[in-house]
């Protein structure tokens, strides 16, 4: 008998084999397998009826479902003829992801009653963001500057990057660790909605199925300890494109002068490090673009946004009443 894992990936390889439209639509997300396993990982259902499929299953962090949104006018009816038979009518349903092309599609041939809502749970909630890696390795002019500069003081500092594959798969460990680190100080400074455990759950998810789900990831080291990763899906159907799905960077901290908690201290330009170096090694491999997604915070979303020159992607929710 299957496992869950294997289950779970048969339906979402069958999905995105049917589902053809996904593939030229702008957010790569859409066409990622690992995006939809870890997303859906509370539990999936696929729901097919000739040529055409419609993924959905239970929210992350919430009671509610979520479906994958329909790119087709025969995907909007799919979805309608489900949505009418569902037994669980007291639970809220939620389609996500939607671009300005998806919500004309939905507007124009869907009949059920619906609402537009802002996003303000997942990764959405700001602009999706993508970065054109021979941009980011040059990072020439005025605009790069401060962006220069903390690479140069990272690189000053002993920073190093290298990949997470089997011969490197103890540095997991020390991905996990950071992000315990993480969403225990998101927690503690307020900056989220959800809880120690919803925020750690999606970088557990990742790191402990990392070979399961054939992602690939990068991790950088200070003093030989885990102080950023990048986890990256490279198996869209955009040969040049892959998307980042989690990064993490230790914040600076700094200690005082006479303290011997030297090990603790962590200089500024990690996370600029991290995002240049990624770039510079996805580029000698063939890869032009990054999908870095979008944000759940104002902070996240600037910082990303000053990473690229190219077009954000909006993305928007439709609720159904």
Request: aromatic residues 10%.
């Amino acid at each position: 008998m299957k496992n869950l894992l294997q289950h779970q990936q048969d339906l979402v390889s069958k999905y995105l084999q049917m589902n053809f439209e996904a593939r030229k639509l702008k957010d790569a997300y859409l066409s990622s397998p690992a995006y939809w396993l870890m997303t859906l990982r509370r539990g999936m259902s696929l729901n097919t009826e000739g040529k055409h499929s419609l993924l959905y299953g239970i929210h992350p962090n919430q009671n509610s479902t979520i479906v994958a949104p329909p790119s087709s006018p025969k995907q909007i009816k799919l979805l309608e003829n489900w949505h009418l038979q569902r037994q669980e009518k007291n639970q809220l349903v939620e389609i996500i992801r939607l671009d300005a092309h998806l919500i004309s599609l939905w507007q124009k041939y869907a009949n059920l009653p619906y609402q537009i809502v802002e996003e303000k749970v997942l990764d959405w909630a700001f602009p999706s963001v993508t970065i054109d890696n021979n941009q980011l390795e040059s990072c020439s002019g005025q605009k790069f500057k401060a962006f220069r500069n903390n690479i140069r003081y990272a690189q000053k500092n002993g920073c190093s990057i290298i990949p997470l594959n089997r011969e490197n798969q103890t540095y997991l460990s020390g991905c996990v660790d950071l992000a315990k680190i993480w969403s225990k100080n998101q927690v503690k400074a307020q900056r989220s909605p959800m809880n120690y455990e919803e925020l750690l759950a999606p970088y557990r998810y990742l790191l402990d199925h990392f070979f399961d789900l054939q992602i690939q990831g990068y991790c950088i080291l200070l003093k030989n300890k885990v102080v950023a990763f990048n986890l990256l899906d490279t198996s869209l159907q955009q040969a040049d494109t892959l998307v980042s799905l989690a990064f993490l960077a230790q914040r600076p901290k700094k200690i005082e002068k006479d303290s011997e908690d030297t090990k603790n201290s962590f200089p500024r330009g990690i996370p600029s490090y991290c995002r240049y170096s990624l770039s510079t090694e996805c580029k000698k491999k063939g890869y032009r673009f990054i999908s870095i997604g979008g944000s759940e915070t104002g902070g996240l979303s600037h910082f990303k946004e000053s990473l690229s020159t190219l077009p954000s992607l909006s993305l928007k929710t439709i609720r159904l009443l």
